[in-house]
């Protein structure tokens, strides 16, 4: 009964590892400082939330709504994609809501991945990005995560030396987890490539108005001729506050939507309509909210990459996302990712991600959320640099995978 096909495609989750851990020193009294989860909390704008007040309970909203997003959204959308990127979208043929943008990513590798597809994704990235498509029965192809010239060389060797040839390739910038960001001429290149080699191309824009710059992130769609190949998700969560709402957005190719709205068609019943309603809203209306946002975000950014810094752990400075990619500091590298997470949780009670749970390439590194005030920052490091001065000398039980074996 354990032996389920897409199950065993699916490694051990990481993060639920972390979780445990978290969790048995809350149950204990700590105090955790939880910067792990890129889980939100700042409140959704006031407008939103009364939009959906408003809107519940009106005739027809408790019935099922539209699979593919009610028309009033999708044309929402489609006006930010041109008030924003200056792209031109048809709300009928090119926009999907989805159930966030995490859904619309899995689904639409349900809907163009056949068993053996070879799928280009960056490592380290955002699980459903590999994993939605080893549920669908593809193979993986890890290519840098940076958007410079070994990416391009990566994608040359997979093409070359990949059988099948690779169907799709994911990208996420900013990126999560690594912050990292790319520019026009990166998604010129990565548009001529596709072309040239006859692949889709899936960017994950979830961070695109999280920046702390004057440098907004581009959209790969700005590119002329990325209509033919590409598909581009969006989500509410980090824009507007909006992670447990669970809205998002695929907008793209016609003939890709297509196939996306097909196979949702089968599976949901699409967002309660109420919230469809104040998405409308929150996209129509003002947009102040969006710079607050980022100016939380901002001044918790250079909180922790000052406080942490003093603390003796160099954070490198993200442009972008609410997250931080840290390097561990050296003396405890060699424990790998998950094993000093659980170390910092049970020594300074702070919690991160584990690197290794985006992929190998990660291994040595920690992802940081930007998800508590200041205040909270501020006592995770110096949590973190009492933790930094006795930890070498404190390691309770943990054993290097290595010298475990």
Not at 267 to 291: E, K, R, S, W
Not at 369 to 385: D, F, G, H, S, T
Request: proline share 8%; aromatic share 10%; hydrophobic share 40%.
């Amino acid at each position: 009964m354990t032996d389920f096909h897409r199950i065993r495609r699916l490694p051990p989750y990481v993060f639920e590892q972390v979780n445990r851990v978290k969790a048995t020193a809350r149950n204990g009294g700590a105090d955790i400082v939880d910067l792990g989860m890129g889980n939100p909390d700042l409140d959704a704008p006031d407008h939103v939330v009364e939009k959906l007040k408003e809107t519940i309970g009106r005739p027809r909203t408790d019935r099922y709504s539209a699979s593919k997003g009610i028309p009033g959204l999708r044309r929402a959308q489609a006006a930010y994609y041109e008030r924003r990127f200056g792209v031109k979208l048809n709300p009928d043929t090119q926009v999907v809501a989805t159930l966030g943008s995490k859904e619309g990513f899995a689904n639409m590798a349900q809907a163009i991945t056949a068993p053996g597809d070879v799928i280009l994704v960056p490592n380290p990235s955002y699980p459903i990005h590999a994993f939605g498509f080893l549920m669908a029965g593809a193979a993986i192809r890890s290519v840098p995560c940076e958007p410079g010239p070994e990416f391009f060389h990566a994608l040359e060797r997979a093409v070359a030396h990949s059988i099948p040839s690779p169907l799709a390739l994911v990208l996420c910038y900013p990126s999560n987890p690594t912050a990292q960001v790319a520019d026009l001429d990166f998604y010129r290149d990565v548009v001529a490539f596709a072309k040239k080699h006859d692949l889709i191309v899936l960017s994950d824009l979830a961070y695109s108005e999280v920046y702390f710059d004057d440098n907004p992130p581009p959209s790969v769609l700005q590119v002329p001729g990325a209509m033919d190949v590409t598909v581009e998700f969006t989500s509410m969560s980090k824009t507007f506050s909006m992670a447990g709402w669970r809205m998002g957005f695929a907008v793209g190719n016609d003939r890709l939507i297509a196939a996306l709205a097909r196979v949702k068609s089968y599976l949901d019943y699409g967002a309660y309509t109420p919230i469809q309603v104040a998405a409308t809203a929150a996209l129509n209306g003002p947009q102040d909210c969006i710079a607050e946002m980022r100016s939380v975000y901002k001044k918790r950014r250079d909180a922790l990459v000052d406080s942490f810094g003093k603390a003796g752990w160099d954070i490198p400075v993200p442009t972008a996302s609410m997250f931080a990619w840290a390097p561990i500091p050296p003396k405890f590298r060699h424990l790998g990712s998950l094993e000093f997470s659980k170390l910092l949780i049970e020594k300074a009670d702070v919690a991160v991600a584990p690197g290794v749970g985006f992929g190998e390439h990660g291994d040595e590194y920690v992802r940081i959320a930007l998800v508590e005030n200041e205040q909270r920052i501020r006592q995770a490091a110096r949590n973190i640099r009492r933790f930094l001065e006795t930890g070498a000398e404190t390691l309770h039980n943990v054993v290097p995978l290595a010298a475990a074996r």
